[in-house]
């Protein structure tokens, strides 16, 4: 074999354990989502927590807009803002409240956001969480409400098919 075969397979061989360990290291079986949704006394405001797989985000905003995304840009996170503020309503009298975005955390690992209102979760309100569920069909996205003015934690769980439930 020539001389300068050896350093070329040595070099093709790193590249390829480099594209299938990033690929393995990414690639991932089970989509989920988390939510918190608490009422904070002090500040008389509700909070909202969510926080997704960054692995899972990045594919979804490369998809929609065929480019990568960095998180740390504002022009970037109002694309994820604008993703979020559609995909994830809470609705009183059928109408949705005004979330008011505070902002995100991105890691390699999650990405975080942050949301809140001026009040207590209204009586007979109506969640909505299809975030990621029409990308993925096979997302789960968790929320847990904690509890308040005399009602009992809960948790719910949202899918493709189940976007939308009545909060207890």
Same mark, same amino acid.
């Given at each position: 074999?020539?001389?300068f075969?050896?350093?070329? !397979?040595?070099?093709? @061989? /790193?590249?390829?354990?480099?594209v299938? #360990?990033?690929? /393995? /290291? *990414? =690639?991932?079986?089970?989509?989920? #989502?988390?939510?918190?949704? #608490?009422?904070?006394?002090?500040?008389?405001?509700?909070?909202? +927590?969510?926080?997704?797989?960054?692995?899972?985000?990045?594919?979804l !905003?490369?998809?929609?807009?065929? &480019?990568?995304?960095?998180?740390?840009?504002?022009?970037? $996170?109002? %694309?994820l803002? &604008?993703?979020?503020?559609? $995909?994830?309503?809470?609705?009183?009298?059928?109408?949705?409240? =005004?979330?008011?975005?505070?902002?995100?955390?991105?890691?390699?690992?999650?990405?975080? +956001?942050? *949301?809140?209102?001026?009040?207590?979760?209204?009586?007979?309100?109506?969640?909505?969480?299809? %975030?990621?569920?029409?990308?993925?069909? &096979? *997302? +789960?996205?968790? +929320?847990?409400?904690?509890?308040?003015?005399?009602? /009992?934690?809960?948790?719910?769980?949202f899918? @493709?098919?189940?976007?939308? *439930? $009545?909060?207890?």
């Amino acid at each position: 074999m020539p001389s300068f075969v050896m350093p070329r !397979l040595a070099s093709l @061989a /790193a590249c390829a354990v480099l594209v299938l #360990g990033t690929g /393995a /290291a *990414q =690639a991932h079986n089970y989509h989920m #989502g988390m939510a918190d949704i #608490g009422f904070n006394a002090a500040t008389g405001r509700t909070e909202i +927590v969510h926080t997704y797989t960054a692995h899972d985000i990045e594919a979804l !905003l490369a998809n929609l807009y065929g &480019r990568q995304f960095d998180l740390g840009l504002e022009e970037d $996170q109002h %694309v994820l803002r &604008r993703y979020i503020e559609k $995909q994830f309503a809470i609705l009183a009298a059928g109408k949705p409240l =005004a979330l008011e975005w505070v902002g995100i955390k991105a890691s390699a690992d999650t990405v975080t +956001v942050f *949301q809140q209102f001026d009040a207590a979760l209204p009586p007979g309100a109506m969640l909505r969480d299809a %975030v990621l569920t029409d990308f993925m069909p &096979r *997302q +789960v996205n968790t +929320v847990n409400i904690g509890a308040n003015a005399g009602r /009992a934690a809960t948790t719910l769980t949202f899918t @493709a098919t189940r976007r939308e *439930q $009545q909060l207890p």
